[in-house]
Structures are given as structure tokens and as C-alpha cells.
């Protein structure tokens, strides 16, 4: 198949690449600037030249946007996350001379908004928030592919474990035994492993059936707490050091909700569409990523 890929070269990107290349597809990476980290086998093509290319693709992978937990949540930053995802994604849409057969665009969790008690499902109404008016207008942006020519397919994602992402900044403090509860911990973490969001995409790529909108989280469901005493356990650390809630909403203000709140997010549609999941147990995740970083 020829593959359209925006985020190339991002956590997800770089070892979705790994996979679509050994399958024998074609790829071509969105780039704003030749990137020499990208595979030589990988086609680069410059955002601002997609309208001259005369090529068609079968499917357009959506994996492009600023880290939305990376940095306060100041105007400006708000605009970066905004453009990085719905302004990369309908100038894609407006600048491909052929419509993609299949579009598989990321989401997040943060769909949802910030709620503690309440079980979500792809069903279930949202809170408002910018988390979730960020996430429903690039799934709008993503859906406007939608026709009778082209089948759009949304996953949701938890936090994305492997080697990179999200770990790599938790590792240090918690090989240093500084890991631990996020305010009182019972906040919901929403997790999936990276070979599982893969599979996801691979398999809506193959799988005409897969269609709309998943969560793409792994079937068990852990409080932020439960998360960080895994982690700990997985590094032979202790996880006792609690940091209190008022710290993260001095140091990140509006965006320390993602930290301190977290919604409970189940896979509906994927469990009945018979998505097999790798991992389904945080633990067992936690220890595969960890001997992979013994291999580095």
C-alpha cells in the first residue's frame, strides 16, 4: 500500500515506521524540513508540497500534534497544540489531489474531560473543557475526510507506554526513588502499550470493518497510585514520595489537570469488534518496556 504518515518521526511514528516498512508498504512522511532520522527506504514530502504531488494513497496515518502535556498551558501554547493537530490535518485534507481510501487519525482520552467517578465509553457524554475541545475539533478535522470513497478511523489513546514517550520522563525520578502517588493517587490512569497501538492502526489498516471512533486503552483500569507502586516494584524502587496537588497547579496551572485528575476509560467498541490486546496488565507492560531499556 502507499501510507501517508504525518509524525513520522515522533515516538509513535518511529516505531510504527519499523513495522509498515517490514510489511512491504510504501511510505511517504509529511516533513517540514528533510529529516535524515527517517528511514532511507521512507519517501519525505514538504507539508507545503502536497498539492503538487500527483500520487494517490491508500491511507493517510494522523499522528501529527505538540505535546499537550508538555508545557502550561499559556495562549500561545494553546494555539501550537491547536494548529499542530486541526491546522496540520485540514491543510492536509485540502491539499491532497486525490482523497486517501482510509484515514486512521490519533485522539486522546482527554476527549473526555476531567472527571473522577464516572466509567466512559466511546458512548458516553463528555465534560467540557480545552482537553476535550482540542480532541473533538481534530476529530472533526479528521472526520471531514469522510465520504463514500474514504473510511475514517479515530483512536482515542490512553498514555502510550514504551521505550520513549511518557516513560522517559517518569524513569529518572523513579530509578531515583522519587516516584510515587500525584496528589491522593486515585485519579484514573489510562494506559496502553505501544505494540498495542500498532496493532490498532495495522489493523484498522487491513480490516475494512473497523470504522469510527475507539478507545484505544488497554482492558485493565488503574488508579494513578496502583501505576506508580507498579513502576516502582518494576525498578526495585520504593514509590512513597506523594507530590501534593497544589504543587502541579502552581508549576502547570490550567493543564496540571491531566496530572492530578483522570477519567476511567474502557475499549468498548474494540472488545466488540475482538480486538486482542498484548498487554493487559499494567504490570506485565511495565516489565517488557523495562527490559527493553536494559537492552539500550
Same mark, same amino acid.
Not at 20 to 26: P, V
Not at 82 to 104: E, F, G
Not at 221 to 226: I, M, P, S, T, W
Given at each position: 500500500?502507499?501510507?501517508?504518515?504525518?509524525?513520522?518521526?515522533?515516538?509513535?511514528?518511529?516505531?510504527?515506521?519499523?513495522?509498515?516498512?517490514?510489511?512491504?508498504?510504501?511510505?511517504?512522511?509529511?516533513?517540514?524540513?528533510?529529516?535524515?532520522?527517517?528511514?532511507?527506504?521512507?519517501?519525505?514530502?514538504?507539508?507545503?508540497?502536497?498539492?503538487?504531488?500527483?500520487?494517490?494513497?491508500?491511507?493517510?496515518?494522523?499522528?501529527?500534534?505538540?505535546?499537550?502535556?508538555?508545557?502550561?498551558?499559556?495562549?500561545?501554547?494553546?494555539?501550537?497544540?491547536?494548529?499542530?493537530?486541526?491546522?496540520?490535518?485540514?491543510?492536509?485534507?485540502?491539499?491532497?489531489?486525490?482523497?486517501?481510501?482510509?484515514? #486512521?487519525?490519533?485522539? +486522546?482520552?482527554?476527549? !473526555?474531560?476531567?472527571?473522577?467517578?464516572?466509567?466512559?465509553?466511546?458512548? &458516553?457524554? $463528555? %465534560?467540557?473543557?480545552?482537553?476535550?475541545?482540542?480532541?473533538?475539533?481534530?476529530?472533526?478535522?479528521?472526520?471531514?475526510?469522510?465520504?463514500?470513497?474514504?473510511?475514517?478511523?479515530?483512536?482515542?489513546?490512553?498514555?502510550?507506554?514504551?521505550?520513549?514517550?511518557?516513560?522517559?520522563?517518569?524513569?529518572?525520578?523513579?530509578?531515583?526513588?522519587?516516584?510515587?502517588?500525584?496528589?491522593?493517587?486515585?485519579?484514573?490512569?489510562?494506559?496502553?502499550?505501544?505494540?498495542?497501538?500498532?496493532?490498532?492502526?495495522?489493523?484498522?489498516?487491513?480490516?475494512?470493518?473497523?470504522?469510527?471512533?475507539?478507545?484505544?486503552?488497554?482492558?485493565?483500569? #488503574?488508579?494513578?497510585? +496502583?501505576?506508580?507502586? !507498579?513502576?516502582?516494584?518494576?525498578?526495585?524502587?520504593?514509590?512513597?514520595? &506523594?507530590? $501534593? %496537588?497544589?504543587?502541579?497547579?502552581?508549576?502547570?496551572?490550567?493543564?496540571?489537570?491531566?496530572?492530578?485528575?483522570?477519567?476511567?476509560?474502557?475499549?468498548?467498541?474494540?472488545?466488540?469488534?475482538?480486538?486482542?490486546?498484548?498487554?493487559?496488565?499494567?504490570?506485565?507492560?511495565?516489565?517488557?518496556?523495562?527490559?527493553?531499556?536494559?537492552?539500550?
Amino acid at each position: 500500500m502507499n501510507i501517508l504518515i504525518s509524525g513520522a518521526t515522533g515516538f509513535i511514528g518511529s516505531s510504527l515506521i519499523e513495522k509498515l516498512l517490514h510489511a512491504n508498504h510504501r511510505i511517504y512522511a509529511i516533513t517540514r524540513t528533510e529529516n535524515p532520522k527517517l528511514h532511507s527506504n521512507v519517501k519525505q514530502i514538504r507539508l507545503n508540497a502536497i498539492a503538487s504531488l500527483d500520487q494517490e494513497f491508500d491511507a493517510f496515518i494522523n499522528l501529527a500534534g505538540e505535546n499537550i502535556a508538555s508545557k502550561p498551558w499559556t495562549k500561545k501554547r494553546k494555539k501550537e497544540l491547536y494548529d499542530s493537530r486541526i491546522h496540520l490535518t485540514n491543510q492536509v485534507r485540502a491539499s491532497l489531489k486525490y482523497p486517501p481510501k482510509l484515514v #486512521v487519525s490519533m485522539s +486522546a482520552v482527554g476527549f !473526555y474531560g476531567v472527571a473522577k467517578n464516572e466509567i466512559f465509553d466511546e458512548y &458516553t457524554s $463528555p %465534560k467540557q473543557g480545552f482537553s476535550h475541545e482540542l480532541c473533538r475539533d481534530w476529530e472533526d478535522s479528521a472526520n471531514a475526510f469522510f465520504n463514500e470513497d474514504t473510511r475514517v478511523v479515530i483512536f482515542r489513546l490512553g498514555v502510550v507506554l514504551g521505550v520513549g514517550g511518557a516513560l522517559d520522563k517518569m524513569r529518572t525520578p523513579f530509578l531515583c526513588g522519587l516516584g510515587g502517588p500525584i496528589a491522593d493517587g486515585r485519579q484514573w490512569f489510562s494506559w496502553v502499550h505501544i505494540n498495542d497501538v500498532n496493532k490498532g492502526i495495522t489493523n484498522a489498516i487491513e480490516d475494512e470493518s473497523f470504522i469510527g471512533t475507539y478507545n484505544l486503552v488497554a482492558p485493565q483500569q #488503574v488508579e494513578q497510585k +496502583a501505576f506508580a507502586k !507498579y513502576y516502582a516494584s518494576t525498578l526495585k524502587r520504593p514509590a512513597w514520595v &506523594t507530590i $501534593p %496537588k497544589f504543587v502541579f497547579d502552581l508549576i502547570f496551572g490550567e493543564m496540571a489537570c491531566l496530572l492530578t485528575h483522570g477519567a476511567r476509560i474502557v475499549p468498548e467498541r474494540l472488545s466488540k469488534q475482538g480486538f486482542e490486546f498484548e498487554f493487559t496488565k499494567i504490570n506485565e507492560a511495565l516489565h517488557d518496556i523495562e527490559r527493553q531499556y536494559q537492552l539500550r
